[in-house]
């Protein structure tokens, strides 16, 4: 193994996109300084800002929490229990340490509290419950930033979603989605501001430094999903990336600096619905009552 490029010691790690060979400590600050500075060139949001991370407990949004607070960011979070059996169980109970740990607030949004049903229960009514789930996810992401009084939710979306997900829209051609594809979104019509700060770090790398910060996650995906779809656009942009090294970068980055202008310009014209506010929630939606409201009310007819 090479050198670090800082220390000259012996490197623990060689990260292909930056052509760079690193020993344990400055991997790490390598990380941190990486993040500070991809939060500055999106200007995804201020020092002082009051942040909320949504977390699920998996790798990448525990790392972007501690990195987050390790900078200096007031940077609190919020998980979602989607009441599936062990799967929730543990991943509350992880988050719930991981937060004691850091000493920043966490909040528990429990959808069997506010929806009256959890995931399962929809799993015996829908076949969409998959996507279904994802939306009341946001849903509630977007409910909990208002309602606990915070300025921008950030996820923690990494490269190789991005880039997967930008081709999956690329293949479909699925203009109004290209048009809003940016690591930070403002706050538009009820909606909060959104920021992705791991859009350009690598699974591999957030792994790496998961294991140098003996951070504790849950490695398993949820026992109901059935991503299939979104894993072949992974597979074939991990394939690309094999072939030719630096692609997953390159071509996600220059969409950003690019393509993204373009698709933004017109994606008022690719919107299948205008936006209204719920008469009885008060969020966002593309009708009212809202889909949240309606899920509610059969359940209760149920
Ligand atoms: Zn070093
Ligand atoms: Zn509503």
Redesign the pocket.
């Known amino acids: 193994m090479a050198r670090c490029r800082i220390c000259r010691q012996k490197a623990s790690i060689f990260i292909p996109h930056h052509r760079l060979p690193l020993c344990d400590e400055h991997f790490v600050s390598w990380f941190e300084n990486y993040l500070r500075r991809t939060i500055q060139k999106f200007r995804m949001f201020s020092r002082e800002a009051r942040i909320l991370v949504a977390v699920s407990g998996g790798k990448d949004s525990l790392v972007l929490w501690k990195a987050l607070v390790k900078l200096g960011y007031a940077a609190d979070g919020v998980f979602i229990d989607l009441g599936i059996e062990d799967f929730s169980f543990l991943s509350r109970r992880v988050v719930e340490d991981f937060a004691a740990t850091l000493g920043r607030k966490l909040y528990v949004v429990s959808l069997q509290k506010e929806l009256g049903f959890g995931i399962p229960a929809l799993k015996r009514r829908t076949k969409k419950y998959c996507s279904l789930c994802g939306s009341i996810k946001r849903y509630f992401l977007n409910w909990a930033t208002r309602k606990f009084h915070y300025e921008v939710l950030l996820t923690g979306h990494n490269l190789d979603d991005e880039a997967s997900a930008l081709l999956g829209n690329v293949i479909n051609w699925s203009i109004k989605y290209l048009g809003r594809k940016y690591p930070v979104l403002p706050a538009h019509s009820g909606f909060p501001q959104k920021a992705k700060p791991l859009c350009r770090f690598t699974s591999f790398e957030i792994q790496e430094y998961a294991k140098r910060q003996k951070i504790k996650y849950i490695k398993e995906s949820c026992p109901l999903s059935s991503e299939a779809k979104r894993l072949v656009f992974a597979e074939m942009m991990d394939q690309l990336e094999e072939q030719m090294p630096g692609t997953k970068l390159r071509f996600y980055l220059d969409y950003l600096r690019r393509a993204f202008p373009i698709f933004q310009e017109k994606v008022e014209d690719f919107l299948d619905h205008k936006l209204v506010t719920?008469a009885?929630?008060g969020?966002p939606?593309i009708s009212?009552?809202?889909f949240?409201?309606r899920l509610k009310e059969e359940y209760q007819g149920a």
């Open positions: 719920c009885r929630c969020e939606a009212s009552p809202c949240i409201c």
